[in-house]
């Protein structure tokens, strides 16, 4: 039998916190970012309290396989435990693929 690994919710939250400061630091992921969520810069810290906002930055992330591995690596995880943290904050399930 496979074993699912969970991330909890607060830390699949505090994940996307992390994200969200890398994309911060990265003028050109950031101003995408802003463009397709359709949020403005000054109200990034009011969604950043919002669990649906915080799924949708992991959901960016995972959405671009450089930018994946980029912010995976800058947190020093897996690109499995961001996959999992987005699954976490999304409801999704989380299967591993073990081919």
Do not use: C
Request: hydrophobic residues 50%; without cysteine.
């Amino acid at each position: 039998m496979a074993q699912v690994n969970r991330i909890g919710r607060e830390g699949a939250q505090n994940m996307a916190v992390q994200a969200l400061t890398y994309l911060a630091g990265e003028p050109e992921h950031l101003a995408r970012f802003l463009a397709l969520s359709g949020i403005g810069p000054q109200a990034i810290r009011t969604a950043a309290a919002d669990p649906q906002f915080l799924a949708g930055v992991l959901d960016f992330v995972v959405g671009d396989e450089k930018l994946l591995v980029a912010f995976a690596d800058h947190i020093q995880v897996k690109p499995e435990a961001v996959l999992r943290a987005q699954a976490e904050l999304s409801g999704a399930p989380w299967e591993r693929d073990t081919a």
